[in-house]
């Protein structure tokens, strides 16, 4: 009899196909079950938004290229996003019309909870009906040995995207720092650097223009050289200036631009000061060589040269010296105060965006692969909540059972649960004889023979089950099948979604008391009597 396969697509990849590649399921026809309402359908993922849809339209054509060649491949829509009724409805009628042509297995391992649900409520209505045999249609998942948390993927991109961003930022600010605000702050310097040339040319008797050597037309915002040829006094000023210079300093240099560590030539060391500048103007960077030897120097010599001196224009060559040193005392500060605070900056930036670039990679695997992979395929021929513990199906039957309960309600009538099974068992054990009792029966004989003791596990009980509760309400919640409601007084309120109801209306109770609620008993009455010996 032909087989018909529907794999319902998500964001998985590989727990889709494993089925139909290791030949754990045989299928004439493959049928791929999307949202209708999927915006993306058909698109080349490229093409599509970032984040989950793009990875929706990967996931797509990852699994119609890697199923193309077995069987008959087509597509089913399904509204995915709809109400549950007509969810329902749609995914009735595509069981119904699949079953004609043979048997039908569902692959739900990418499945959203409430789809799922609606396979499950669809495959029982047919059977319980009497429209199909319950061996026409399987329903089928593939653990998964690893699957990430979608919404945790979803946080993961944003993360990405804010670390480049920020990366980016910062980068322009370097740019900004190191090239336009390097040069503002650093132009007070350079006019106290021209303004302290043309001291010295004044002071020597010389324009500044006059020397061959000078460095007047690099600076921006200077005074200006003076020049003194234009009367007599200037000349005569030039003349005892030269003089005055020739006498203090008998050392001559031939060189355009003696070594400041060869010569005391004030001249070559405002060049050195001046090449530094021009070097070290990075606000963000640290200073590599302190000029402060230089300006030392420079002071040594021009005290050596005009100290003896007291006419105004050596006066005003001391003062430009003393202004230059205060900016350059200004200057130092705000770079080592600048690069104090860039330096872990930049440091964490670029580690971020190390890290950032790691998890860009490990989400196109993930965008290549699909969010989870399988090893072997389950076969669900009957539903039994086996998805999820012992805890969150009890949860799930007791917020089924009765209205909304806040979560300190709902531990109280799991607890309430619990004690009414131990007293089932303590009444069928104290029937027979006490040399048959386990330890287990022991415990449950004396909890339905003695309300003061089963109050006092009943409480035991539901404090002991706050926090794994607490965990459990979480699962339920992230995985689609519990809601909370929003009171405008009182605590908060849990409830179980449509998906959550059909899972609890789907199970046979009285298996589910004899399995999962007796499972946990067990578990809660040896934690019980751990805590109790201890």
Sequence with gaps: MPTTHLS???????????????????????????????????????????????????????????????????????PFTGSFAELYAATTDLLREAAVDGDVRVNLAGAPPQVAAAFYAARTALVDGGELERGTVSLLTVPATDRPDLAAIDDLRTLVSDVEAASDAFDEFRRVADGPAAAAVARQLRIALSDLRDALAEASGESRRSRPNSRAGRTAGARGARSNGDSPLGAMSSYVGRAREQLADLVESEAPRPDPEDTRDPNAVLDALDAWLDDESRLLAAVEENPSELVARFRTSCEARFGKFEDRATIELFASLDRFEAHLDAYLDARAQLSAAAGPVAER??????????????????????????????????????????????????????????????????????????????????????????????????????????????????????????????????????????????????????????????????????????????????????????
Excluded at 16 to 44: C, I, K, N, S, Y
Excluded at 52 to 75: I, N
Excluded at 349 to 367: G, P, Q, V
Excluded at 432 to 442: P, V
């Design 8 to 78: 319902v697509l998500g964001l998985d990849v590989q727990r889709v196909v494993t089925p139909l590649e290791a030949g754990d399921v045989d299928a004439d026809r493959v049928r791929l079950v999307r949202d209708e309402a999927d915006p993306e359908q058909g698109r080349d993922p490229d093409d599509c938004a970032p984040g989950a849809p793009r990875a929706s339209a990967h996931a797509a054509k990852v699994v119609s290229e890697r199923l193309a060649g077995r069987g008959t491949l087509d597509e089913a829509r399904l």
């Design 349 to 534: 930036t670029t580690a971020l965006t190390e890290r950032a670039a790691e998890a860009a990679t490990s989400l196109s695997e993930l965008d290549e692969a699909g969010h989870a992979t399988g090893e072997s395929t389950l076969e669900l021929d009957g539903h039994a909540l086996s998805p999820l513990g012992d805890l969150e199906a009890t949860i799930l039957s007791v917020l089924a059972g009765g209205p909304p309960r806040s979560r300190q309600r709902t531990r109280r009538a799991v607890a309430a649960e619990l004690r009414e099974r131990a007293e089932h068992h303590g009444i069928v054990a104290g029937a027979r004889d006490e040399e048959t009792w386990s330890a287990f029966d022991s415990f449950c004989v004396g909890v339905a023979r003695d309300s003061v003791t089963g109050d006092r596990f009943e409480k035991r009980l539901s404090n002991a089950l706050a926090p794994r509760l607490d965990v459990a309400v979480e699962g339920l919640t992230a995985n689609g099948f519990v809601t909370t409601r929003e009171r405008e007084r009182g605590r908060d309120a849990l409830e179980p979604t449509d998906a959550g109801r059909l899972w609890t209306s789907t199970t046979d109770w009285e298996s589910f008391r004899e399995s999962v609620v007796d499972d946990l008993l067990r578990d809660c009455v040896e934690r019980d009597e751990g805590v109790a010996d201890a």
